[in-house]
């Protein structure tokens, strides 16, 4: 590369990169939804955590404790995950596009260079893929933990209501012997 000629002044025609951007914005379609449902779950467990119709002292039951937490956690890497293959997936499109104009300009620049810009650009669309896996699998264990809280707390409720049911048809007839 001459001392004139900057990496960015070279032209990449548009047909070599549309492809490679639209393969990009699929992906992040994919990790904006996966981050925007994370972003939802985070609420449902705090209205769980926060219902007033939920008796008190029903998260003392440990399965209940354990999995809400684990839901909230598991919404929260997966959102930060999201995050993470958004920003890093972009940083490998720019040393992609940078890969194409040190390769256009060729045998002037060395090889050495282009080398260590596809070796960056492939780590970063690793890291990228791997990011967005990981998201879609915690969003998964997020929703089955969620599940699994909301059905335990049911069924602890029911459990509750049940005990005041049959506590309350004692009572009754134990006030009418007194009498």
Do not use: W
Request: hydrophobic letters at 45%.
């Amino acid at each position: 590369m001459s001392q004139s000629q900057s990496i960015g002044s070279v032209d990449i025609p548009e047909d070599h990169l549309a492809v490679d951007f639209a393969v990009l914005e699929h992906y992040q379609k994919v990790s904006s939804e996966l981050l925007r449902i994370s972003l939802l779950g985070i609420p449902v467990v705090g209205y769980m955590a926060t219902e007033d119709k939920i008796p008190e002292g029903i998260f003392a039951h440990s399965g209940i404790l354990i999995s809400t937490i684990a839901s909230l956690c598991c919404f929260a890497l997966s959102a930060s995950l999201a995050l993470l293959h958004r920003y890093v997936s972009s940083d490998g499109m720019s040393d992609h596009i940078q890969l194409l104009r040190l390769e256009a300009l060729g045998k002037m620049e060395g090889t050495d260079k282009i080398e260590k810009r596809r070796q960056k650009r492939n780590t970063a669309f690793k890291i990228s893929s791997l990011a967005l896996a990981f998201s879609a699998i915690f969003l998964a264990l997020a929703a089955a933990a969620l599940v699994l809280a909301i059905s335990l707390t049911l069924k602890n409720i029911g459990r509750s209501q049940s005990i005041e049911a049959d506590k309350t048809m004692v009572e009754p007839s134990a006030n009418t012997e007194m009498k």
